[in-house]
Nanobody
Framework: QVQLMESGGGLVQAGGSLSLSCAASGSIFSFNDMGWYRQAPGKQRELVAAISSGGTRTNYADSVKGRFTISRDNAKNTVYLQMNSLKPEDTAVYYC????????????WGRGTQVTVSS
């Protein structure tokens, strides 16, 4: 099972940028499509960006399209999320995970990293 550690969150003003990282343990990282998820207070966790195992395909939620960029480095077992033009509604705890495990309901979650965007 992949273990995950997210980092890079913080407090930023609207319009600012943050870069998140997710370090994964386990040799199967490079075989998994990975996603960044977020959960705001009182809301369900949602998928905001996903990247294929080889890094050639990406998908984004409409709410972040054009502002967020997901990438990965399989040599470092790390997936990244570059977030630009941040909005107060982007405030949430951000998590990464293997998309297949989330869909199958077999995933375990890291602690996440808090992103707070002030207006």
């Amino acid at each position: 099972q992949v273990q995950l550690m997210e980092s890079g969150g913080g407090l930023v003003q609207a319009g600012g940028s943050l870069s998140l990282s997710c370090a994964a343990s386990g040799s199967i990282f490079s075989f998994n499509d990975m996603g960044w998820y977020r959960q705001a207070p009182g809301k369900q966790r949602e998928l905001v960006a996903a990247i294929s195992s080889g890094g050639t395909r990406t998908n984004y939620a409409d709410s972040v399209k054009g502002r967020f960029t997901i990438s990965r480095d399989n040599a470092k077992n790390t997936v990244y999320l570059q977030m630009n033009s941040l909005k107060p509604e982007d405030t949430a705890v951000y998590y990464c995970n293997a998309v297949r495990a989330v869909v199958a309901g077999t995933s375990s979650w890291g602690r996440g990293t808090q992103v707070t965007v002030s207006s």
